[in-house]
């Protein structure tokens, strides 16, 4: 499904998900260095950023290249789920 021509959509799309993950990352690293008061709101807000971003790129690679959508979505998770992974190393490797 995925050939060498797809490399550069595959990049992209692993950007856009580190991307899309960096309001989720601040609130957290932010709140654990107690630089900002941890809240429901703020986690909801970063969530809620987070998402809209993605939807919207998401939804801009549809309109523009939408033979191309499941190699992007490829990547786009993979980025996404490789940060979520060194968010949870990062806060399982410091004490509490």
């Known amino acids: ?5 797809d490399i550069g959509l595959l ?3 692993m950007g ?4 899309g993950f960096m309001p989720l990352l601040a609130v957290v690293l932010l709140a654990r260095k107690r630089r900002i008061r941890a ?4 986690g909801m807000a970063a969530l809620a950023v987070s998402f809209a971003f993605l939807m919207a790129a998401l ?3 549809w309109v523009v290249a ?3 959508l499941v190699v992007f979505a490829i990547g786009f998770l993979g980025g996404f789920l490789i940060m979520w ?5 990062i806060t399982m ?3 509490l």
């Open 85 to 89: 992974a060194v968010l949870a190393a």
């Open 59 to 61: 939804a801009l690679m």
């Open 39 to 42: 809240t429901v709101g703020k």
């Open 66 to 68: 939408p033979a191309d």
């Open 11 to 13: 990049v992209a799309g």
């Open 1 to 5: 499904m995925v050939d060498s021509s």
């Open 16 to 19: 856009i998900g580190i991307a």
């Open 93 to 95: 490797g410091r004490r």
